[in-house]
């Protein structure tokens, strides 16, 4: 297939899965409306936002799987048409429950990553992978662009409005995707039982993976659905202001995939993540601070002042942490492409769905933490730690066997002396 069609096809299938991820993270914005119409408290919130990321987690590894035997093209299709009908229905929902129970089947389109990134590497040689699927990675932009559709919406037609323009979107997309889209040119004729393609988990590397995807992509998600509320109440704005300033954290996180997947593609994935981890562990640090008061006796009486972050540098801290975020999700995949070039679907399935449980366990978590401590910046000291935990495990199990501060600058040198 020619270059020009492989890209097209990467085309469609990037903005399908934008569309997809803004389904998926619809809640972020309308739960914040709904909440206060249920009268929801932390952990209720946290549990309708994660809701739809649970069963978009849990779902990813069965279809990477049935993407390597079925093909990408008509699983895309069927998930872009079958979801459309509970996002529908999710717009006429007026209990708790009922939004749970919908929030579990639209939550489907999540899975479209599982489907997609099996789908689009196949039309590229192994070198050039670890961008294509940078690229298809870039649709989590979708997030962002439901921070900046779904507020205007409510704005103007109230919340309600915002699943049905949603479920109208999946149709038009699906024809979208449907005439643009090409067959897999080179999915594996198998005849192997899920069973036999699972056993890749006996491979250390695939756990290694779920935990740096855990990190990054389930931070990311979690904060996307809990930022636009955190914004609102830590700084008093109004939902559009809010999801504005929360749109600075996911659209770098979906914009700066593919130049994740380039940085891996040229200096390897193993660099990029152990620098993303960095990076992350700094940003994290700062924002966990929470405002603070202090009060010093002088000579002269007390001198009073506070600590706190403007909502300009706290915004421009979450800039840095989605880039660093979107690098180290391509890094992962990159890893994938270039170690399970047979069972991308698989491994991409298995590592999707630790990344996609770590994005519904931490709403959760954010609200229970929240509501223990009443502190905002809760959800960040957590962060912290797991990047914390991640980054001492980093170094103990592939820095010291593996060059990434210019070691391998120094071994010939080592050699000949």
């Known amino acids: 297939m020619t270059g020009v069609r492989s890209f097209i096809v990467l085309l469609a299938t990037t903005w399908a899965f934008t569309i997809c991820f803004a389904v998926w993270m619809m809640f972020g914005v309308t739960g914040i409306p709904i909440r206060e119409q249920l009268g929801l408290n932390s952990v209720e919130f946290g549990l309708l936002t994660a809701t739809p990321v649970l069963s978009g987690a849990l779902f990813r590894l069965p279809l990477g799987i049935w993407t390597d035997r079925i093909g990408g093209r008509p699983l895309m299709l069927a998930l872009l048409m079958g979801c459309a009908i509970p996002v529908w229905i999710s717009s006429y929902a007026t209990a708790l429950w009922q939004f749970l129970a919908l929030g579990l089947v639209l939550g489907l389109v999540g899975g479209s990553f599982s489907v997609g990134t099996p789908y689009v590497a196949r039309f590229f040689p192994k070198e050039k992978r670890g961008f294509a699927m940078g690229f298809f990675g870039a649709g989590t932009v979708g997030a962002a662009l439901n921070?900046?559709?779904?507020?205007?919406?409510?704005?103007?037609?109230?919340?309600?409005?915002?699943?049905?323009?949603?479920?109208?979107?999946?149709?038009?997309?699906?024809?979208?995707?449907?005439?643009?889209?090409?067959?897999?040119?080179?999915?594996?004729?198998?005849?192997?039982?899920?069973?036999?393609?699972?056993?890749v988990l006996r491979d250390p590397r695939v756990w290694k993976y779920c935990q740096y995807y855990s990190i990054v992509f389930g931070g990311f998600t979690?904060?996307?659905?809990?930022?636009p509320q955190y914004f609102k109440s830590?700084?008093?704005?109004?939902?559009?202001?809010?999801?504005?300033?929360?749109?600075?954290?996911?659209?770098?996180?979906?914009?700066?995939?593919?130049?994740?997947?380039?940085?891996?593609?040229?200096?390897?994935?193993?660099?990029?993540?152990?620098?993303?981890?960095?990076?992350?562990?700094?940003?994290?640090?700062?924002?966990?601070?929470?405002?603070?008061?202090?009060?010093?006796?002088?000579?002269d009486g007390p001198a009073s002042f506070g600590i706190a972050l403007s909502a300009e540098f706290f915004t421009a801290l979450l800039f840095v942490l989605g880039?660093?975020?979107?690098?180290?999700?391509?890094?992962?995949?990159?890893?994938?492409g270039g170690d399970f070039p047979e069972n991308i679907g698989a491994v991409s399935g298995i590592v999707g769905m630790a990344g996609g449980l770590g994005g519904f366990l931490l709403p959760i978590m954010f609200g229970a933490i929240l509501d223990g401590t009443r502190v905002n910046s809760s959800c960040f000291m957590l962060l912290y730690g797991i990047v914390w935990v991640s980054l001492t495990l980093n170094y103990l199990t592939e820095v010291r066997r593996a060059p990434v501060m210019g070691e391998e600058a120094a071994q010939p040198k080592a050699s000949q002396a």
């Open 147 to 199: 921070m900046f559709v779904a507020p205007w919406l409510i704005d103007a037609y109230g919340w309600q409005m915002v699943p049905k323009v949603y479920a109208a979107a999946l149709i038009v997309t699906a024809a979208i995707f449907w005439g643009l889209s090409a067959p897999d040119p080179e999915r594996p004729r198998t005849s192997s039982s899920m069973l036999s393609q699972l056993a």
């Open 222 to 227: 979690a904060l996307s659905i809990w930022m």
């Open 234 to 299: 830590e700084y008093g704005l109004t939902i559009a202001q809010a999801s504005l300033l929360a749109m600075c954290f996911a659209l770098p996180a979906g914009m700066f995939r593919a130049f994740g997947g380039w940085l891996s593609d040229r200096f390897g994935a193993h660099a990029v993540t152990w620098w993303v981890l960095w990076v992350a562990w700094i940003c994290l640090f700062l924002l966990s601070y929470p405002r603070t008061d202090f009060t010093i006796h002088t000579i």
């Open 323 to 336: 880039i660093a975020f979107a690098c180290g999700m391509a890094s992962t995949f990159k890893y994938i």
